[in-house]
């Protein structure tokens, strides 16, 4: 489990709880320099208001799974 420390070292929550190692918006198009050809298919951009995970210990389930117990708001949650 030592050697996944660094992965948990880049996980971000956002406001609503929910973890990963990065989360992305759906820019509008308006937003964007816009390109005639693309106007179907979305665009994305990296959300930077999100905060580090503070992740306080790395499980191996039987099945293979690595849980991550992560405090947030006072609480722990595995995840």
């Not at 820019?27 to 951009?45: G, H, K, N, Q, Y």
């Not at 930077?48 to 099945?63: D, G, I």
Request: proline share 5%; no cysteine.
């Amino acid at each position: 489990m030592m050697g996944l420390r660094w992965y948990a070292r880049r996980l971000r929550i956002d406001e609503d709880g929910d973890v990963a190692d990065e989360f992305l918006d759906e820019v509008s198009p308006d937003a964007t320099t816009s390109m005639e050809d693309d106007r179907s298919l979305p665009r994305f951009e990296v959300k930077y208001s999100t905060k580090p995970a503070k992740v306080r210990n790395l499980a191996l389930l039987p099945n293979g799974k690595i849980q991550h117990l992560v405090e947030y708001q006072g609480k722990l949650e595995w995840l």
